[in-house]
């Protein structure tokens, strides 16, 4: 057990975290972060290794260190200043994730760096809300390398309107811009109070909750017997025409540390579904991350004793300037599914069956009539969880690699010329079993614009698998209505709609446990 100081000391990191969190929500302008809190804040030492985070997006956060490290290595940082960079080959996971870092100075002294990561609803590219179909980075949207936004305190203006120049929604990116300051902002006064308080005492403690952490992973670990165990799931399309792409994973525990290799997994691919590396380290520290005890304190430390191998060029470690936009949040679940399949076989009673391993990626981009100001939507849709030994999978939730929240019907219908015509639980999609699947979800759209859509989702052929004899979960369906008649659409797709067009859809169920 931790002493009581340490105990108190992680829970006072953690808050300055969440405080972050709650600061950058509440500022923020778009329903993609002030709704759905698709954000993310965390606090790192002067090294960039990560010592604490907010209750956020474990895509984003598992990451983040990353970002934070080529922030330090390429901008040199003063007092008041903020790095702003995006690349997802330069530490970010996909280009509308922005991210934001900004060092803690004390008495002159640099002594920690906080940072946060927000997804704006449009960063520029070949489509409106920078989630397309796209074959290439440079599609994608506007690529941000470790630049400084903020510069001895105040927001470099020449930076801003390069940036606002590239997207559609320029007041609003600015908005949640503004709201990042201010986040790390708050960040850095709790972090400064913090040290008042603890004084010399707080790198020691921080290098105690590492270690702690560090601690309970190896426990964990060296429960697990050693040997081997595999398992392989695929990405069912990359939009291109190139299907059932494998993710292969190979887990070996060895005493108190384990080796997870996805270096057999299929080449990179055309389409938008490459995952760069830092998204393939985040979705493995996750899994390993739930097993440890609720309260057990998140940092770098827990991953210590966790190898992660993966192969340059393939779906999992993509080469510049391979798309990525669909790899943070399409391709991550399927990471975390394949991981967990691979677990099933030494953790029969822990492990649950696949969830519904997609994040159903709506973008939505038009003028609204109203204003004349054009708009833009983004949003991703819950659905079945999977079912474990002790329990059914919840139904109509985000899970694994996404923890944000719904968009509010209220809330959609005040911001953005649309009219929600269903939204509610996709009765019977999970798997059935001795513990069933959680039901998916529906969402049904209809337009009171012109507008362009786009849609990145899995699961629409290859279901949620069950275990141990359960029953796979419902795929998920997409359809366009047009003119009154329906039309079944791919997985992934982009397509004009007309005032009166809908869209509706159904996202899978989870798998069932026998």
Same mark, same amino acid.
Not at 149 to 176: A, F, H, Q, W
Not at 410 to 419: D, G, K, M, Q, R
């Given at each position: 057990?931790?002493?009581?100081?340490?105990?108190?000391?992680?829970?006072?990191?953690?808050?300055?975290?969440?405080?972050?969190?709650?600061?950058?929500?509440?500022?923020?302008?778009?329903?993609?972060?002030?709704?759905?809190?698709?954000?993310?804040?965390?606090?790192?030492?002067?090294?960039?290794?990560?010592?604490?985070?907010?209750?956020?997006?474990?895509?984003?956060?598992?990451?983040?260190?990353?970002?934070?490290?080529?922030?330090?290595?390429?901008?040199?940082?003063?007092?008041?200043?903020?790095?702003?960079?995006?690349?997802?080959?330069?530490?970010?996971?996909?280009?509308?994730?922005?991210?934001?870092?900004?060092?803690?100075?004390?008495?002159?002294?640099?002594?920690?760096?906080?940072?946060?990561?927000?997804?704006?609803?449009?960063?520029?590219?070949?489509?409106?809300?920078?989630?397309?179909?796209?074959?290439?980075?440079?599609?994608?949207?506007?690529?941000?390398?470790?630049?400084?936004?903020?510069?001895?305190?105040?927001?470099?203006?020449?930076?801003?309107?390069?940036?606002?120049?590239?997207?559609?929604?320029?007041?609003?990116?600015?908005?949640?811009?503004?709201?990042?300051?201010?986040?790390?902002?708050? #960040?850095?006064? $709790?972090? *400064? &109070?913090?040290?008042?308080?603890? =004084?010399?005492?707080? @790198? /020691?403690?921080?290098?105690?909750?590492?270690?702690?952490?560090?601690?309970?992973?190896?426990?964990?670990?060296?429960?697990?017997?050693?040997?081997?165990?595999?398992?392989?799931?695929?990405?069912?399309?990359?939009?291109?025409?190139?299907?059932?792409?494998?993710?292969?994973?190979?887990?070996?525990?060895?005493?108190?540390?384990?080796?997870?290799?996805?270096?057999?997994?299929?080449?990179?691919?055309?389409?938008?579904?490459?995952?760069?590396?830092?998204?393939?380290?985040?979705?493995?520290?996750?899994?390993?991350?739930?097993?440890?005890?609720?309260?057990?304190?998140?940092?770098? #430390?827990?991953? $210590?004793? *966790? &190898?992660?191998?993966?192969?340059? =060029?393939?779906?999992? @470690? /993509?080469?510049?300037?391979?798309?990525?936009?669909?790899?943070?949040?399409?391709?991550?679940?399927?990471?975390?599914?394949?991981?967990?399949?691979?677990?099933?076989?030494?953790?029969?009673?822990?492990?649950?069956?696949?969830?519904?391993?997609?994040?159903?990626?709506?973008?939505?981009?038009?003028?609204?009539?109203?204003?004349?100001?054009?708009?833009?939507?983004?949003?991703?849709?819950?659905?079945?969880?999977?079912?474990?030994?002790?329990?059914?999978?919840?139904?109509?939730?985000?899970?694994?690699?996404?923890?944000?929240?719904?968009?509010?019907?209220?809330?959609?219908?005040?911001?953005?010329?649309?009219? *929600?015509?269903?939204?509610?639980?996709?009765?019977?999609?999970?798997?059935?079993?001795?513990?069933?699947?959680?039901?998916?979800?529906?969402?049904?759209?209809?337009?009171?614009?012109?507008?362009?859509?786009?849609?990145?989702?899995?699961?629409?052929?290859?279901?949620?698998?069950?275990?141990?004899?359960?029953?796979?979960?419902?795929?998920?369906?997409?359809?366009?209505?047009?003119?009154?008649?329906?039309?079944?659409?791919?997985?992934?797709?982009?397509?004009?709609?007309?005032?009166?067009?809908?869209?509706?859809?159904?996202?899978?169920?989870?798998?069932?446990?026998?």
């Amino acid at each position: 057990m931790p002493s009581l100081l340490l105990e108190v000391f992680k829970n006072r990191l953690s808050s300055i975290a969440e405080e972050m969190g709650i600061a950058l929500q509440r500022t923020s302008f778009s329903p993609n972060i002030k709704e759905r809190k698709d954000l993310s804040c965390a606090v790192f030492d002067r090294e960039g290794r990560l010592v604490a985070q907010a209750e956020h997006i474990p895509v984003h956060l598992g990451s983040m260190a990353m970002a934070v490290r080529e922030a330090i290595s390429s901008v040199r940082m003063e007092e008041g200043d903020m790095v702003l960079l995006n690349d997802p080959y330069r530490g970010g996971t996909h280009l509308p994730d922005l991210t934001l870092v900004a060092p803690v100075f004390y008495r002159g002294e640099l002594r920690f760096y906080v940072a946060n990561r927000a997804h704006h609803a449009d960063i520029g590219g070949m489509s409106s809300g920078s989630m397309p179909l796209s074959d290439s980075l440079f599609q994608e949207g506007l690529v941000i390398p470790p630049v400084k936004l903020v510069e001895k305190g105040s927001v470099r203006e020449d930076i801003l309107s390069l940036i606002l120049s590239n997207v559609r929604t320029p007041e609003e990116r600015r908005g949640d811009l503004n709201a990042q300051v201010m986040a790390n902002r708050v #960040g850095i006064k $709790r972090m *400064v &109070e913090l040290i008042e308080q603890y =004084g010399d005492r707080t @790198d /020691a403690l921080c290098e105690e909750l590492l270690s702690y952490s560090e601690l309970l992973m190896r426990r964990v670990l060296a429960k697990l017997p050693d040997g081997r165990t595999d398992f392989e799931d695929f990405i069912e399309d990359d939009g291109y025409g190139r299907k059932d792409i494998a993710i292969r994973v190979n887990v070996e525990i060895e005493g108190d540390r384990v080796r997870v290799d996805f270096s057999e997994s299929d080449p990179q691919t055309e389409g938008p579904m490459n995952a760069v590396r830092a998204i393939t380290l985040s979705a493995t520290y996750y899994v390993f991350r739930c097993l440890l005890p609720e309260d057990a304190p998140t940092n770098e #430390g827990c991953f $210590r004793p *966790v &190898e992660v191998v993966t192969r340059k =060029g393939t779906i999992l @470690d /993509a080469e510049f300037p391979s798309a990525v936009a669909g790899g943070n949040v399409e391709t991550s679940q399927r990471v975390v599914d394949v991981l967990l399949g691979a677990l099933s076989k030494l953790l029969p009673d822990y492990i649950p069956s696949a969830s519904q391993g997609t994040m159903n990626n709506i973008t939505v981009g038009g003028k609204d009539p109203k204003t004349g100001r054009r708009f833009t939507y983004y949003e991703t849709l819950g659905g079945g969880m999977g079912a474990w030994a002790e329990g059914d999978g919840e139904s109509a939730v985000h899970s694994h690699m996404t923890n944000t929240m719904n968009t509010p019907v209220e809330a959609i219908e005040h911001s953005y010329p649309f009219l *929600v015509r269903e939204y509610s639980v996709r009765r019977g999609s999970g798997g059935g079993g001795f513990r069933r699947g959680g039901d998916g979800m529906v969402r049904e759209i209809e337009f009171l614009t012109d507008v362009e859509v786009t849609l990145l989702s899995e699961r629409r052929r290859i279901p949620p698998y069950g275990l141990f004899g359960g029953q796979p979960g419902e795929v998920g369906r997409n359809v366009v209505v047009r003119g009154g008649r329906e039309e079944l659409m791919p997985g992934k797709f982009s397509v004009r709609l007309k005032k009166g067009d809908r869209l509706r859809v159904e996202t899978p169920g989870g798998g069932g446990y026998a």
